[in-house]
């Protein structure tokens, strides 16, 4: 993730965000507009069901939304010296099946070379015990080719207690190795750590306090593997149900 670009954060992790710097967004923007009403009407779903993550706060897990399910985010990253955001990201994800989601992601800046990102992940396949699984994916495809797609491979096992995650990306054209830990405090709070190798990349801490069955919140903070990028922070809400009944 060279210089770790607010699409890149989006394109690696994929866990379900809402972030909103109030003071830099105009409710009479029209997009913002559409995009509050799209959380309200979903938000009055009644199969509205658990919000589902499918990565911890940068890395992906092997984990997807789920069949019929969908999760809805808004993202906000930023410097913590001095604290600003400079990143707003809207992104969705649908789960086709027990194996495989896709997913679009919008970045909100006002100028940007590609306003969509799309991505996916298919499950390859589990243990017969549920508690390994293995995914591949694909981030950040964009069709006009500015920027480069994101593969990766990652392995999730469930250990009762905690769960860890080990894997490989492909980033800025470097395979680098991935590796996190979740670990659920009590039945609403849940403790994240991933690592991501590479001199440009970042190692991450957060927690997920899960609001009520269909809308969570996920704040953490970035710590750069090199002295000469920012330590940054990162905050997501999320909302997720069912497609139908």
């Known amino acids: 993730m060279v210089g770790l670009k607010c699409r890149e954060i ?40 658990a919000a589902c993550t499918s990565g911890l706060a940068v890395i992906p897990t092997a984990d997807v939304v789920g069949a019929k399910q969908f999760s809805i985010e808004l993202q906000l990253d930023g410097t913590t010296n001095p604290l600003a955001a ?10 086709i099946g027990d194996r495989l ?4 992601d919008t970045d909100l800046a006002e100028a940007t070379e590609d306003r969509f990102f799309f991505n996916g992940k298919y499950v390859l ?14 981030c950040g495809f964009t069709p006009t080719g500015h920027f480069d797609s994101n593969p ?6 469930d250990f009762a207690r905690f769960r860890i995650t080990a894997g490989a990306s492909y980033l800025s054209r470097r ?17 994240m750590l991933d690592h991501t190798t590479g001199p440009n990349n970042y190692s991450s801490g957060a927690l997920n ?10 704040a953490g903070v970035l ?23």
């Open 10 to 49: 989006a394109q690696l992790a994929v866990v379900p965000t809402i972030s909103i710097r109030w003071n830099n967004i105009s409710m009479k923007q029209p997009r913002i507009q559409i995009y509050i009403a799209m959380i309200l009407a979903m938000l009055m779903i009644p199969t509205i069901s």
């Open 86 to 95: 400079d990143c707003k990201v809207f992104n969705a994800e649908f789960g």
């Open 101 to 104: 989601e896709v997913g679009v």
């Open 125 to 138: 396949g589990k243990s017969i015990d549920g508690k390994l699984a293995v995914a591949f994916g694909v």
């Open 152 to 157: 990766y491979v990652v392995a999730t096992r």
């Open 175 to 191: 395979t680098e190795a991935v590796i996190g830990v979740d670990e659920p405090l009590n039945e609403h709070v849940t403790l």
């Open 209 to 218: 306090y899960q609001v009520s069955d269909h809308v969570g919140i996920m």
């Open 223 to 245: 710590i750069p593997n090199s002295s000469s990028n920012d330590t940054r922070f990162s905050i997501h809400f999320v909302f997720g149900g069912a497609l139908g009944k």
